[in-house]
């Protein structure tokens, strides 16, 4: 089947950088079609952050069971819990191969709005210390852009998703376009001034600079914080796609947005040298469709993306389309988490916080900056956050009755920060050819 | 804040294009699924009538519902039935008879007939007996860099912790008990509190 409607623009993908496309290519005027392999989200049906604990049916500790048999891998991510579960993936339904030893955890969500409706939120700018980073050290390839030229363009994303924050004028980590920051809880301001007091303030704590609005903005409502972001959030105060970029695409009348539409490969002119449609296979009816368009953005995420060049291989480009350097599918970076420590903060009886809320506190990086370390060569930032125990410490205590439940009620201050590193790491993507089922194979190294 | 107020909140503003009166059904869907469970589905009568009078022990009634009050035990016999491997059903359900064996070695009956002071006895003897194991599985783990291990294995351990999350993730336990709002409207991250004379904080 081929729909004759020549589109000024075909988008892959409708999750964060869909979005985006879909936004500002209806916007300039062109007639866009959005391809997403995933079902529709209808915010109103879908969002599930104000479900109480008590009605779901474990109360929280998630349908164990069923996640180990369907998601043990998307299981694995804090946000696939048994409210959110639904917005990733079946790893029953959506495998791929490893390495021996050499797991990769590929988290997914396939819907409209993709993983921008359960990511982070936490966004930082890049500075020159990164940019420059591969010069000053002599390896691979010298970013072709600086933050000068980058610096508009963070100030044109971030006044449409809305950024709160703190200004600290630190050139490693250049101040974003904020709104008014979080509060700081009483742990955190503790240990901000504690590390004001020991690091004469070469290391600074500040809160998360997060796209979550702390006031009304741009027809989105603030925050009021309930918590859990990655369950939706009907008042879109946070920025993912369904809440923000796809309604202005939806605005201009210009967008066709299409789900259940799993794209197969990118179809190539031999004659005209140029892209010219999207193979399709319908993920209802299994039916193939030929969509055409003048321009295509590839939006499917990393590897997906790349799976989709690989398949879209011609008899002359034997390796998938834009693949002429060998690279398509090498050189992916991984972020590596883990390590860090938590302590217990004394005092601090008589305060508490009211409200949830959905981020914590950064150290922006130290290392390198000012003083250049003998023994290691780039840097690496903190998030991490204070929280007050709440009931859960009872469970290991042995008091029980009327004078315990009432223990309970009150509760103590801790904090956790925790260690986020980024570092070099090599992931091949390949497509084994000889299945018809063209599922894609990662090997992480790390 | 009640959910009608919470409404109000959500209907002011850009959320009152988003027709918040759907708001809430997926909230009616899932109480609807999950139905009103009344049958206990592997706890026997007298392991139920144990596992009640226990958790009614840790959580009891005050001037707020206690754990029968909200149905921790339907919420422990769920959780047994549709949560636990085999391995942790038999651990949980030999660490229960083992209450009777105990109490019977001391008092001549069962865990549910015994007096209340027996009964904390037997309690508070289990205690120690978590926190023997506790404190053995943190010598044998001194030069583990992470969260402190738990006794987890336990039976007291794994029934104080069912307890509790199906008390405080009731909508009495947490609503009433601990104060919590599904929209607090606002973040406060440092403020004052004062503690009522019941122990509640209280701004």
Same mark, same amino acid.
């Given at each position: 089947?081929?729909?004759?409607?020549?589109?000024?623009?075909?988008?892959?993908?409708?999750?964060?950088? @869909?979005?985006?496309?879909?936004?500002?290519? *209806?916007?300039?005027?062109?007639?866009?079609?959005?391809?997403?392999?995933?079902?529709?989200?209808?915010?109103?049906?879908?969002?599930?952050?104000?479900?109480?604990?008590?009605?779901?049916?474990?109360?929280?500790?998630?349908?164990?069971?069923?996640?180990?048999?369907?998601?043990?891998?998307?299981?694995?991510?804090?946000?696939?819990?048994?409210?959110?579960?639904?917005?990733?993936?079946?790893?029953?339904?959506?495998?791929?191969?490893?390495?021996?030893?050499?797991?990769?955890?590929?988290?997914?969500?396939?819907?409209?709005?993709?993983?921008?409706?359960?990511?982070?939120?936490?966004?930082?700018?890049?500075?020159?210390?990164?940019?420059?980073? +591969?010069?000053?050290?002599?390896?691979?390839?010298?970013?072709?852009?600086?933050?000068?030229?980058?610096?508009?363009?963070?100030?044109?994303?971030?006044?449409?998703?809305?950024?709160?924050?703190?200004?600290?004028?630190?050139?490693?980590?250049?101040?974003?376009?904020?709104?008014?920051?979080?509060?700081?809880?009483?742990?955190?301001?503790?240990?901000?001034?504690?590390?004001?007091?020991?690091?004469?303030?070469?290391?600074?704590?500040?809160?998360?600079?997060?796209?979550?609005?702390?006031?009304?903005?741009?027809?989105?409502?603030?925050?009021?914080?309930?918590?859990?972001?990655?369950?939706?959030?009907?008042?879109?105060?946070?920025?993912?796609?369904?809440?923000? *970029?796809?309604?202005?695409?939806?605005?201009?009348? $210009?967008? *066709?947005?299409?789900?259940?539409?799993?794209?197969?490969?990118?179809?190539?002119?031999? $004659? *005209?040298?140029?892209?010219?449609?999207?193979?399709?296979?319908?993920?209802?009816?299994?039916?193939?469709?030929?969509?055409?368009?003048?321009?295509?953005?590839?939006?499917?995420?990393?590897?997906?993306?790349?799976?989709?060049?690989?398949?879209?291989?011609?008899?002359?480009?034997?390796?998938?389309?834009?693949?002429?350097?060998?690279?398509?599918?090498?050189?992916?970076?991984?972020?590596?988490?883990?390590?860090?420590?938590?302590?217990?903060?004394?005092?601090?009886?008589?305060?508490?916080?009211? @409200?949830?809320?959905? +981020?914590?506190?950064?150290?922006?990086?130290?290392?390198?900056?000012?003083?250049?370390?003998?023994?290691?060569?780039?840097?690496?930032?903190?998030?991490?956050?204070?929280?007050?125990? @709440?009931?859960? $410490?009872?469970?290991?205590?042995?008091?029980?009755?009327?004078?315990?439940?009432?223990?309970?009620?009150?509760?103590?201050?801790?904090?956790?920060?925790?260690?986020?590193?980024?570092?070099?790491?090599?992931?091949?993507?390949?497509?084994?050819?000889?299945?018809?089922?063209?599922?894609?194979?990662?090997?992480?190294?790390? | 804040?009640?959910?009608?107020?919470?409404?109000?909140?959500?209907?002011?503003?850009?959320?009152?294009?988003?027709?918040?009166?759907?708001?809430?059904?997926?909230?009616?869907?899932?109480?609807?699924?999950?139905?009103?469970?009344?049958?206990?589905?592997?706890?026997?009568? /007298?392991?139920?009538?144990?596992?009640?009078?226990?958790?009614?022990?840790?959580?009891?009634?005050?001037?707020?519902?206690?754990?029968?009050?909200?149905?921790?035990?339907?919420?422990?016999?769920?959780?047994?039935?549709?949560?636990?491997?085999?391995?942790?059903?038999?651990?949980?359900?030999?660490?229960?008879?083992?209450?009777?064996?105990?109490?019977?070695?001391?008092?001549?009956?069962?865990?549910?007939?015994?007096?209340?002071?027996?009964?904390?006895?037997?309690?508070?003897?289990?205690?120690?007996?978590?926190?023997?194991?506790?404190?053995?599985?943190?010598?044998?783990?001194?030069?583990?860099?992470?969260?402190?291990?738990?006794?987890?294995?336990?039976?007291?351990?794994?029934?104080?912790?069912?307890?509790?999350?199906?008390?405080?993730?009731?909508?009495?336990?947490?609503?009433?008990?601990?104060?919590?709002?599904?929209?607090?409207? /606002?973040?406060?991250?440092?403020?004052?509190?004062?503690?009522?004379?019941?122990?509640?904080?209280?701004?």
């Amino acid at each position: 089947m081929r729909d004759e409607t020549i589109y000024d623009a075909i988008v892959i993908g409708s999750g964060m950088t @869909g979005g985006w496309a879909a936004k500002e290519l *209806t916007e300039k005027g062109l007639k866009t079609l959005v391809l997403e392999a995933g079902r529709l989200i209808v915010p109103e049906e879908d969002y599930v952050e104000h479900v109480p604990p008590w009605e779901v049916k474990f109360r929280g500790m998630r349908d164990r069971h069923r996640q180990l048999e369907d998601q043990p891998i998307q299981s694995t991510c804090y946000a696939c819990d048994e409210w959110s579960a639904k917005f990733f993936v079946s790893d029953k339904e959506h495998p791929y191969t490893t390495e021996p030893g050499k797991p990769f955890r590929w988290i997914r969500g396939r819907q409209v709005g993709g993983r921008s409706i359960m990511w982070g939120r936490q966004v930082y700018r890049w500075s020159d210390l990164d940019f420059e980073a +591969n010069l000053r050290q002599g390896i691979a390839i010298d970013w072709p852009i600086r933050y000068a030229d980058i610096a508009p363009w963070y100030d044109y994303v971030e006044d449409f998703i809305g950024i709160s924050g703190e200004a600290l004028g630190l050139s490693q980590l250049p101040d974003s376009k904020f709104l008014p920051p979080m509060d700081l809880n009483c742990a955190e301001v503790a240990v901000r001034a504690a590390i004001a007091k020991h690091f004469g303030g070469e290391r600074v704590l500040t809160i998360g600079r997060v796209a979550i609005l702390t006031k009304d903005h741009r027809e989105r409502a603030a925050c009021h914080y309930c918590g859990p972001c990655e369950r939706g959030c009907i008042t879109r105060s946070y920025f993912s796609s369904v809440n923000a *970029t796809l309604p202005a695409a939806e605005k201009t009348g $210009r967008m *066709t947005l299409r789900p259940n539409s799993v794209v197969h490969s990118v179809s190539f002119d031999k $004659r *005209t040298r140029r892209a010219t449609g999207v193979r399709v296979i319908d993920a209802k009816t299994r039916a193939s469709v030929e969509y055409r368009g003048k321009v295509i953005f590839l939006c499917a995420s990393s590897l997906e993306s790349v799976r989709i060049l690989l398949n879209s291989a011609t008899s002359e480009f034997s390796d998938g389309l834009a693949n002429s350097s060998g690279e398509l599918g090498h050189n992916l970076m991984d972020h590596v988490k883990g390590g860090g420590a938590t302590a217990t903060i004394p005092g601090h009886e008589d305060q508490t916080v009211v @409200g949830r809320r959905p +981020n914590g506190i950064y150290v922006p990086r130290f290392r390198n900056v000012k003083t250049k370390q003998a023994e290691f060569l780039r840097g690496y930032g903190f998030q991490g956050g204070g929280h007050r125990e @709440g009931w859960e $410490r009872g469970t290991a205590q042995t008091a029980f009755g009327p004078e315990f439940k009432k223990a309970m009620r009150r509760r103590d201050h801790g904090v956790s920060p925790f260690r986020d590193t980024a570092s070099a790491c090599r992931i091949t993507i390949t497509t084994p050819s000889s299945t018809k089922r063209k599922w894609t194979r990662g090997e992480s190294p790390c | 804040m009640d959910r009608r107020e919470a409404l109000r909140l959500l209907a002011t503003g850009v959320a009152l294009q988003l027709a918040p009166g759907n708001l809430f059904a997926s909230l009616r869907e899932a109480r609807a699924l999950l139905g009103t469970q009344t049958t206990p589905r592997t706890l026997d009568p /007298h392991q139920y009538a144990t596992v009640t009078a226990i958790a009614e022990l840790i959580l009891p009634r005050t001037d707020t519902p206690g754990a029968t009050d909200v149905g921790v035990s339907e919420f422990i016999d769920l959780i047994v039935t549709e949560w636990y491997n085999p391995e942790e059903r038999t651990r949980f359900l030999t660490g229960l008879a083992d209450v009777d064996v105990r109490t019977r070695a001391l008092f001549g009956k069962n865990f549910v007939e015994s007096s209340p002071s027996q009964q904390a006895q037997i309690l508070t003897a289990l205690g120690e007996q978590m926190t023997e194991e506790a404190e053995g599985l943190r010598d044998q783990a001194r030069q583990y860099r992470g969260s402190r291990p738990e006794p987890n294995q336990h039976f007291y351990y794994m029934l104080r912790g069912l307890t509790l999350t199906g008390y405080y993730t009731s909508e009495a336990g947490a609503t009433r008990e601990l104060d919590f709002q599904i929209i607090p409207g /606002h973040y406060d991250g440092c403020m004052d509190v004062r503690v009522g004379k019941e122990g509640r904080e209280s701004q």
